[in-house]
């Protein structure tokens, strides 16, 4: 199984800060990286696929970028509504797997 | 809108067997590629299996082999996940997710049902 670091589990930030949450995986997985976003009781969002595409309907605020073994999730200016935890997840092969999440507090 | 509908929220003993169901439309249903996820209290997220119609295929994640089956309904364009042998932890929301199908065995998540509690508790 293709394991997923995700750094780091948490962060604490204010409005307007940039804000930077890294993945890698433990083998080659291409651009196949996603990134969802997950409130307390809610199902996971998704917000960015392919490494760098932005899901329809998601602020422009948030970027992902890198490829093969070193990715990033950027959110440029944090938004009251952005507290939440964030995950990766690659689809390259089976079994999909998650990083451990990263939790983005106040 | 395409969506998800899961079952309701269940509490098992020790032992017995699950089974949480996830109802589409017609169409999404030939079209999509379905995903269970769980996620344990206070855990991450946790990829258990999935199954393509379009492809007739099914996927274990190797934790859960020979414990899960997913099977899908076209009859009632319903996609169930059945987790037997259960134990506490296996306590967590179920999530069935998925996408359009593309590959026999590539697995999307871009759509998700909005959970099932499963509690196993004596």
């Known amino acids: 199984d293709i394991q997923m670091t995700q750094s780091p589990s948490s962060l604490s930030a204010s409005v307007g800060d940039r804000v930077t949450i890294t993945c890698r995986p433990s083998?080659?997985?291409?651009?196949?990286l996603n990134w969802f976003q997950q409130k307390p009781g809610k199902a996971p969002k998704l917000l960015i696929y392919?490494?760098?595409r932005l899901q329809s309907g998601v602020p422009f605020r948030f970027s992902g970028s890198g490829s093969e073994t070193d990715f990033t999730l950027t959110i440029s200016s944090l938004q009251p509504e952005d507290f939440a935890t964030y995950f990766c997840?690659?689809?390259?092969?089976?079994?999909?797997?998650f990083g451990g999440g990263t939790k983005v507090e106040i | 809108q395409v969506q998800l509908v899961q079952s309701g929220a269940e509490v098992k003993k020790p032992e017995s067997s699950v089974k949480v169901s996830c109802k589409t439309s017609?169409?999404?249903?030939?079209?999509?590629?379905f995903s269970w996820v769980r996620q344990a209290p206070g855990q991450g997220l946790e990829w258990v299996g999935g199954?393509?119609?379009?492809?007739?295929?099914?996927t274990y994640a190797q934790k859960f082999q020979g414990r899960v089956t997913i099977r899908a309904d076209e009859s009632t364009s319903t996609v169930y996940m059945e987790l037997s042998s259960l134990r506490s932890e296996d306590t967590a929301v179920y999530y069935c997710?998925?996408?359009?199908?593309?590959?026999?065995?590539?697995?999307?998540?871009?759509?998700w049902g909005q959970g099932t509690t499963v509690t196993v508790s004596s």
């Open positions: 997710a998925g996408d359009k199908a593309r590959d026999p065995d590539y697995f999307e998540t871009d759509l």
């Open positions: 199954i393509i119609p379009l492809f007739n295929t099914t």
């Open positions: 083998q080659f997985i291409g651009n196949f």
């Open positions: 392919a490494a760098s």
């Open positions: 017609a169409g999404t249903f030939y079209n999509y590629a």
């Open positions: 997840q690659q689809n390259y092969n089976t079994p999909v797997t």
